[in-house]
């Protein structure tokens, strides 16, 4: 029977990537979140609107899903403290529940189902809470505090080896797009040169902390899930994904500011998030002045504001000390990468081209 993949967070950075690179490999998808995903090649997808949360709509929804094969696993609650919600009870549970919601109604009708792949990330190593080993490796899991990832984990291994299907973990490090509305720290930089270009302030870099970091494109973990869900060297096992470069902040700075065409400034140190929400005003200026897609700067950056101020370090001593070993995944087959500029650059310039930002003015 041909493959068929239901992706859970289908409107977020990595559902939006996921969607489109199983449309482009044949698979027939089924894309599930609270609001339809606008798909940057504008083809169509069957469509299902269910708050995960809501264990009765859920299983409504799926259990005529009979001829899935696959599921794609990409939602995730955050809280509006985003980092401080990393560490919470009500996010962890919360988080747990939604996973339930949909693993066992679709496991329960779904003869022919194969194959589930869910998205983790460095948190499972602890990297918001203390140094973790250098490199990480997938062995190096932190299993002493509280994680929503470890819980999925074990729920979906035991529902595997109880109901006959196999599951991918996949560990990306910061995951970059071109997907508005979500845990993106890239339109929350175009805002963020936007209006200081819109005010006649120079684009410096507004973190903290000089360090070395790594980071993950939306397409290639995308392209990992899908390689994952027919790959028998994959089944059961986790994955760290990375580039497979390495990057700094102020290095990069230069090449964003060319590609958002904003004049660039010696560091300033600021809060993204504090600023971004003292200039809603000027960004509504700003889309109106170009047409731009949304004059909701919410909208357009989502939490992505909150993590880059993490992201970049801002007010911190240092930046975090992670980086992860992704020998296991090219041991296992999966080899490509992307150059980490050529990343950020072809995301921020899609974001131009689709209206979300304004051009570069040369």
């Known amino acids: ?64 899903l009979t001829d899935l094969t696959h599921i794609a696993y990409t939602a995730l609650y955050e809280k509006p ?69 470890l819980d999925q984990e074990k729920y979906i291994r035991e529902m595997g080896a109880g109901r006959g299907f196999t599951y991918t973990a996949l560990r990306p490090q910061l995951v970059t797009g071109a997907t508005p509305g979500s845990l993106n720290v890239l339109p929350a930089i175009g805002a963020y040169a936007a209006i200081r270009r819109e005010l006649g302030e120079p684009f410096g870099f507004p973190g903290g902390p000089s360090f070395v970091w790594e980071a993950a494109d939306a397409d290639l973990v995308a392209d990992v899930m899908v390689w994952a869900a027919t790959e028998p060297r994959a089944a059961d096992q986790a994955f760290n994904i990375t580039n497979g470069d390495v990057f700094e902040w102020r290095s990069l700075w230069p090449a964003l500011a060319e590609t958002l065409g904003a004049a660039p400034g010696p560091d300033t140190p600021t809060s993204v998030a504090a600023y971004l929400a003292d200039h809603t005003a000027d960004w509504a200026r700003v889309a109106a002045k170009y047409d731009l897609r949304t004059p909701d700067l919410r909208d357009l950056v989502g939490y992505g504001d909150q993590h880059a101020d993490f992201a970049f370090a801002y007010g911190a001593p240092a930046g975090p000390r992670a980086f992860v070993s992704t020998v296991k995944l ?33």
């Open 330 to 362: 090219r041991r296992a087959g999966f080899t490509t990468a992307i150059d980490t500029e050529d990343s950020f650059r072809n995301a921020l310039q899609s974001l131009i081209d689709r209206k979300f930002l304004p051009p570069a003015e040369k």
């Open 1 to 64: 029977m041909p493959n068929k993949v239901l992706v859970t967070g289908a409107s977020g950075l990595l559902g939006v990537a996921a969607i489109e690179k199983f449309l482009s490999a044949g698979w027939q998808v089924v894309g599930v979140s609270r609001r339809k995903p606008q798909l940057p090649s504008g083809r169509e997808i069957g469509f299902l609107s269910v708050d995960l949360r809501d264990a009765d709509a859920a299983h409504a929804a799926f259990e005529p």
């Open 81 to 149: 403290g985003l980092v401080e919600g990393w560490s919470s009870r009500d996010q962890i549970d919360t988080n747990n529940t939604m996973l339930r919601n949909v693993v066992e109604p679709i496991t329960r009708v779904a003869a022919n189902f194969r194959h589930i792949s869910i998205l983790q990330g460095t948190k499972i190593y602890g990297v918001h809470l203390h140094p973790i080993p250098i490199p990480a490796r997938e062995r190096d899991v932190d299993p002493g505090h509280a994680n929503f990832f």
